[in-house]
Each structure stands twice: as structure tokens, then as C-alpha cells.
T-cell receptor
Framework: AQRVTQPEKLLSVFKGAPVELKCNYS??????LFWYVQYSRQRLQLLLR??SRESIKGFTADLNKGETSFHLKKPFAQEEDSAMYYC??????????FGKGTKLSVKP | TAGITQAPTSQILAAGRSMTLRCTQD?????MYWYRQDLGLGLRLIHY???????GKGEVPDGYSVSRANTDDFPLTLASAVPSQTSVYFC??????????????FGPGTRLTVT
């Protein structure tokens, strides 16, 4: 079965510091991977998808098939980046299989 | 465009009572999903529907039922609520037609407390 692992429940950094939110997946085929973000008391929204290789709000994520990872990175964290971040892969029914989430706290 | 809406926003429900959580989308998406969000567990799929008239079970379907009478609505029913169903429930939708990537859009969530 597909599985997405986010090893860190909480990540706390200072403003301006680099950020890396870890995500590992288990899937034998070609995965479709995403990062979703949930700001305080807001709905989940798509941040990044691996197929587009884009940078959104300064965040990037690269799929590493050798390490089965899809880590989310940002060189300089901002206070407004504080949120809950979920890594997810697409399931067989078009659903999303989520990791348990990492809460990012950016301190001033 | 409203996108995807859910009702109620929050609810306190006595154990043993029934309740229907409503979800409506106006994007004409063919696929809809219900997830529950629990601290430390992330979001888990309860039920899904890939098109009107069909539904399927997700990872945690027990105690829940769904129906998909039309494209727009996907209600989630708890027949006899139990405290372990205390959670935040998110409805989502996406367009599955033609393959490829289709973003999944989420509703604002319903916070349910079963006492």
C-alpha cells in the first residue's frame, strides 16, 4: 500500500533561516506527489506538485526517486509561512494519501 | 464562484444521535471525497465518489455512509455517532476526466464534537 511519511510533527525556525520539511513515500510505480498547506483556520490548498517543478511563495520540492523523497525547501523562511504542511501522493481512486503533517513555526 | 462549501461549520452532537454533513460544489467536478483530520494522524479518506451514482469506501469508512445523487452534492451521514468520530471533516472535489493531474479542492471543513 502507498504510504507517505513526514517524520517531523513540529519544525521551528527563525525568520530568515532555511527550511526543509521532509517527506518520504513508498510506492512501486511512478508517484504523483504534492504539498498542501493549511494556514490557521483555513482550508487546505495546493502549494506544489512535483510534475510542474515550480516555485510557489519561494518553496520548491524535488522528487528524488532514489531516496523516495519529496522534501519541501525554502531558503529564507518568513513569519507568514507558519502553517501546517502536508505531503500527499495520489491514490488509486484519485484520492490523496496524506502524511501526518508537519507544523512549521517561524519565529520573529 | 463559491467553489466547494460545507455545512454546518461546527456541531456538538450527543453520542447515539445521527447527523448529516453537507457538501456542495459548483465546479462540475466528477469526483468528490470525504476526509477526516485528526491531530497527529493527518487526513484520512472516509468515502469517495468518482461520478454521480457511484461511491466507494476509503481508509476509515466504518460508521459513515455517503450518497451521490447528483454531481454537485455529496452528503456524509453518521447513523449513530460515537465519541471517536470527533474530528474535523473536509470535503474535496476534483475533475478526473481524461487522466493527468487535476487539483483537488477542499471545503472549509466541519468541526464535529461527539459528547
Amino acid at each position: 500500500a502507498q504510504r507517505v511519511t513526514q517524520p517531523e510533527k513540529l519544525l521551528s525556525v527563525f525568520k530568515g533561516a532555511p527550511v526543509e520539511l521532509k517527506c518520504n513515500y513508498s510506492y512501486s510505480g511512478s508517484p504523483e506527489l504534492f504539498w498542501y498547506v493549511q494556514y490557521s483556520r483555513q482550508r487546505l490548498q495546493l502549494l506544489l506538485r512535483h510534475i510542474s517543478r515550480e516555485s510557489i511563495k519561494g518553496f520548491t520540492a524535488d522528487l528524488n526517486k532514489g531516496e523516495t523523497s519529496f522534501h519541501l525547501k525554502k531558503p529564507f523562511a518568513q513569519e507568514e509561512d507558519s502553517a501546517m504542511y502536508y505531503c500527499a501522493s495520489r491514490g488509486s481512486q484519485g484520492n490523496l494519501i496524506f502524511g501526518k503533517g508537519t507544523k512549521l513555526s517561524v519565529k520573529p | 464562484t463559491a467553489g466547494i462549501t460545507q455545512a454546518p461549520t461546527s456541531q456538538i452532537l450527543a453520542a447515539g444521535r445521527s447527523m448529516t454533513l453537507r457538501c456542495t460544489q459548483d465546479m462540475r467536478h466528477n469526483a468528490m471525497y470525504w476526509y477526516r483530520q485528526d491531530l497527529g494522524l493527518g487526513l484520512r479518506l472516509i468515502h469517495y465518489s468518482n461520478t454521480a451514482g457511484t461511491t466507494g469506501k476509503g481508509e476509515v469508512p466504518d460508521g459513515y455512509s455517503v450518497s451521490r445523487a447528483n454531481t454537485d452534492d455529496f452528503p456524509l451521514t453518521l447513523a449513530s455517532a460515537v465519541p471517536s468520530q470527533t474530528s474535523v471533516y473536509f470535503c474535496a472535489s476534483s475533475d478526473l476526466a481524461g487522466g493527468g493531474f487535476y487539483e483537488q479542492y477542499f471545503g472549509p471543513g466541519t468541526r464535529l464534537t461527539v459528547t
